[in-house]
């Protein structure tokens, strides 16, 4: 199973990215899949996910308000709508796909995972 993610770059503090995360269906379509980060010299953390379906997202406190989380089934697709963006965003954002139907805060639930993509906002 590979998910290829993508849509990072270097923003302005107060802009927006997408991150986009692809992946095949047969690996995605009855999971739920998630966005997680790493900052430099700290541990990965949880961002935000989505269930099987579509219809429950769960979100990191530090991102409740400002990023959302999408699926597109037919392109096999997951993205993540960040705006208004800190400096403390700066991370690799990784994608990955879920055991469970349900969205989970915890990585141990994740399975399959992107190779992650640099975001950096600048002050």
């Known amino acids: 199973v590979q998910l290829q993610a993508s849509g990072g770059g270097l923003v302005q503090a107060g802009g927006s990215l997408r991150l986009s995360c692809a992946t095949s269906?047969?690996?995605?379509?009855?999971?739920?899949m998630g966005w997680f980060r790493q900052a430099p010299g700290k541990e990965r953390e949880f961002v935000t996910a989505?269930?099987?379906?579509?219809?429950?997202?769960i979100y990191a406190d530090s991102v409740k308000g400002r990023f959302t989380i999408s699926r597109d089934y037919g392109k096999n697709v997951v993205y993540l709508q960040m705006n208004s963006l800190k400096p403390e965003d700066t991370a690799v954002y990784y994608c990955?796909?879920?055991?469970?139907?349900?969205?989970?805060?915890?990585?141990?639930?994740?399975?399959?995972w992107g190779q992650g993509t640099q975001v950096t906002v600048s002050s």
């Open positions: 990955a796909v879920s055991r469970r139907a349900v969205p989970s805060r915890a990585s141990s639930e994740y399975s399959y």
């Open positions: 989505v269930s099987w379906n579509g219809g429950s997202t």
């Open positions: 269906r047969r690996a995605s379509s009855n999971n739920a």
